[in-house]
């Protein structure tokens, strides 16, 4: 039985409220950047008869309205902990109001590289209407984040508490009490640290090693329920444990590994988890065989929920900067998560 050193506690911070302008991450200065662009590349259209007049008009107002764009974005970035105090409507002023000024700085820019006639009034305008779209995407990336995690979390616990999991968990403690009495008893302590973690208070995120750990316990009790049936190969690296995911989110995935690979198979399957830290990321890979005749050319489609919850948990977190890929292979079912490492642990020499 795993004897994990670091446990999941119930004293992880609980889920902060999602800001609103929260747009240091570069998913967000991205985003807006290009849509900005976009604008700006279709307005230049107006007025350009040729390709070259049209390269040379939208030249002339991205120099202006890109420095406009990044003004906007450092000044919500900045004030993201006093706008949210404020109310929705405050909100949307403000963002407006930081709009107007974002694009008279523009216009200054268009001025100050000699063109005489600049447009104050339709710069302003410009810049306070591309603002109220930006917030509106903020407001509704913001209120998809705590309903996402929520429907997520409901989800992984539903899964824990299946009733089939529990019944055939305290059949395998009956049957070995007498014969194994410590083994029945740590195959217990076992499902009672599962349940306790996922009954606990939500948290903003959890360790790898900590996800690690959950999923251990979690084996452990399937290893006594089918023997020799399920072989489990660990390959882990400890410089990459450091970082942060999701609460509950290997489980599941382990969970689906054992459903969809392992048990339908008479002689039952292999499951291999391997971690690995490669530069500034913690990637892990977690690698099941697929029962006979499922083949290689599809997923199985009992994987679908839980690959597509991963992918929106680990979107909502980490943005662009973590990856999620699953596919079947030659025999296997293979899923892969890359996601940064804190700078303490992505700088730190094994």
């Not at 710069?123 to 705590?146: D, I, K, M, P, Y």
């Not at 089939?164 to 302590?189: D, M, Q």
Request: glycine content about 6%; overall charge positive.
């Amino acid at each position: 039985m795993p004897n994990p050193t670091a446990a999941p506690t119930d004293t992880a911070p609980r889920l902060p409220q999602a800001l609103v302008f929260d747009a240091c991450s570069a998913g967000v200065v991205l985003r807006a950047v290009l849509f900005v662009q976009a604008v700006i590349a279709a307005a230049a259209m107006y007025g350009a008869d040729t390709p070259p007049e049209w390269l040379s008009r939208l030249a002339l107002l991205t120099g202006a309205s890109l420095p406009g764009t990044l003004v906007w974005l450092i000044a919500a970035c900045s004030l993201k902990h006093r706008l949210q105090r404020m109310h929705t409507r405050g909100q949307y002023l403000a963002g407006v109001a930081l709009g107007l000024l974002a694009g008279l700085y523009a216009c200054a820019t268009l001025r100050w590289i000699g063109l005489t006639d600049a447009p104050w009034l339709a710069s302003a305008v410009t810049g306070g209407l591309l603002a109220a779209v930006l917030v509106t995407a903020l407001v509704l990336r913001a209120r998809g984040s705590t309903p996402a995690q929520t429907q997520a979390r409901l989800s992984e616990l539903q899964s824990r508490i299946r009733p089939h999991f529990l019944f055939n968990t305290l059949n395998s403690a009956i049957a070995l009490v007498r014969a194994e009495p410590a083994k029945a008893e740590a195959l217990l302590e076992d499902l009672s640290d599962l349940f306790r973690y996922a009954l606990a208070e939500p948290h903003s995120t959890a360790t790898l090693a900590q996800e690690i750990e959950l999923a251990q316990r979690y084996l452990a009790i399937e290893q006594v329920r089918f023997g020799e049936r399920l072989q489990l190969q660990w390959q882990l690296d400890p410089a990459a444990h450091g970082a942060l995911l999701p609460p509950l989110l290997l489980q599941p995935l382990v969970e689906n590994a054992i459903r969809h690979g392992v048990e339908p198979g008479l002689r039952g399957g292999k499951l291999q988890i391997r971690t690995q830290k490669r530069g500034e990321q913690a990637v892990v890979h977690i690698i099941n065989t697929l029962p006979a005749g499922n083949g290689s050319t599809a997923s199985p489609s009992g994987h679908q929920i839980a690959l597509a919850n991963v992918k929106a948990r680990l979107s909502l977190l980490h943005d662009l900067h973590s990856s999620f890929a699953a596919r079947a292979q030659g025999g296997f079912f293979i899923v892969r998560i890359a996601v940064p490492l804190p700078p303490r642990h992505a700088h730190t020499d094994r």
